[in-house]
């Protein structure tokens, strides 16, 4: 047909895990997570993060207040059993009476410090987070400009450059095997749809190829830090062959 002749061959990476890709398959959809860009970008300032050890200004306030209390706690016992004859029947009743006492202040001050020790662990969280967001505004601030290249070429070629009725081959890797399919509409996006916000609908071809089936630089393609790749030459040729052989 003259429109397969004519029409552009894709690479497209929509995801990592598979899911994605999966769900594609199934909602008649290929998607572009741009979250995946920018995760990338940020890899080593991650495993940084989470190798720092953690401020843990708490450890110093329990300190002090396990100190205040143990002084407290000493005296009020010294207190509570000075001249206290505990042989004695008849002042029994008082020394359980003060034993119980105490009793409640230890268990009131390990809520106390239970209660502290949640807040402050929140408290050391909210700091780790705050460090993320400015970990974050400067990371894109410093971006190289060979980065900027690739995110505005994946988004040009998903949302201007691919037109409808061009092939789209869509590796599912951790199968082995990949979805041929044919773009239907123009790009779309859909607020609050996670990563199938920014979308175009597909007719997916009945099967799915295996990855070996593919042209010898397939691997190559694979390879590119874009996640939307044009094909051409020889390998352009193979996969238009795969796909007159397709049912959609």
């Known amino acids: 047909m003259v429109y397969e002749y004519r029409a552009n ?44 050890p953690v401020d843990h200004k708490k450890h110093f306030y329990l300190g002090e207040q396990y ?8 005296k009020e016992f010294e207190d509570a059993t000075k001249g206290v004859d505990i042989s004695s029947e008849s002042e029994r009743p008082e020394v359980v009476r003060k034993m119980h006492n105490l009793n409640r202040k230890l268990k009131s001050f390990n809520q106390e410090l239970r209660q502290f020790d949640e807040t402050m662990h929140k408290f050391d969280n909210f700091e780790r987070r705050e460090q993320i967001k400015e970990m974050i505004v400067t990371k894109l601030a410093e971006l190289d400009e060979s980065v900027l290249d690739v995110w505005s070429e994946d988004v040009f070629n998903f949302t201007i450059g691919m037109k409808l009725n061009d092939i789209v081959i869509l590796p599912l890797e951790s199968e082995g095997l990949a979805g041929v399919g044919k773009v239907r509409e ?63």
């Open 186 to 248: 123009n790009y779309r996006f859909r607020k609050g749809f996670g990563y199938l916000s920014h979308y175009r609908r597909m007719w997916w071809a009945d099967d799915k190829v295996p990855l070996s089936g593919f042209c010898s630089e397939f691997a190559g393609l694979m390879a590119s830090k874009h996640s939307v790749i044009p094909v051409e030459g020889s390998c352009r040729e193979t996969i238009m062959d795969i796909v007159s052989r397709s049912t959609f």
């Open 9 to 52: 061959v894709w690479i497209v990476r929509a995801g990592y895990c598979g899911q994605q890709e999966r769900e594609c398959f199934e909602k008649g959809v290929l998607s572009l997570d741009l979250n995946l860009h920018l995760l990338e970008q940020f890899g080593q300032e991650f495993m940084e993060l989470r190798d720092t």
């Open 67 to 74: 100190r205040e209390f143990d002084d407290r706690f000493r």
